[in-house]
């Protein structure tokens, strides 16, 4: 949009849309003149007859026209900021309150040493049981993987039996 054209929507004259235009653009309220600078420039007459510059009216104009376009939108964001922030706060807790529970776990697990806890306890006793299991996995594992080496290599033996050839009669 040119500058003819903006006076002719906004029905005021060339220079001064000119002059708005060039304070918009100049205080970067605007990056050009289109469509949506029409109604801003349409306010701009009646700041600067209440006495302000015509800086400062373009600047209250363009407040007044997108607050209140904008005023739905920011009540929108608000509300989802509120939202994020109560549940962040509830996030926030509930991790302290893990945080606790695992820092007394971790001391109830250090208190515990082998030398304190009688052989019979349930503990000492887990722990054994645990300890054989791992061992006899262990070897499961260490004999399966060997059997299963031979058995790649039965599978792929590239030097079994040759071929027998067949006798030829001259």
Known sequence: MNYRELSQVSGLKYDTVRNYAKVLIDEGLVKAIDESTVSVVKKIPQYTASGFTIKEAAHKAFEDVYRSSGSEEVAVLQKKLSDLEWENESLRSELQESKEVIENLIRKLESLSEEETPATSELVVYR???NTTVDAFKKV??????????????????????????????
């Open 128 to 130: 054994q049981d645990v």
């Open 141 to 170: 594992l260490k004999s399966a993987g060997q059997g299963f080496a031979q058995f790649i290599h039965w599978l792929f033996d590239t030097e079994s039996e040759k071929p027998v050839e067949e006798n030829r009669e001259e």
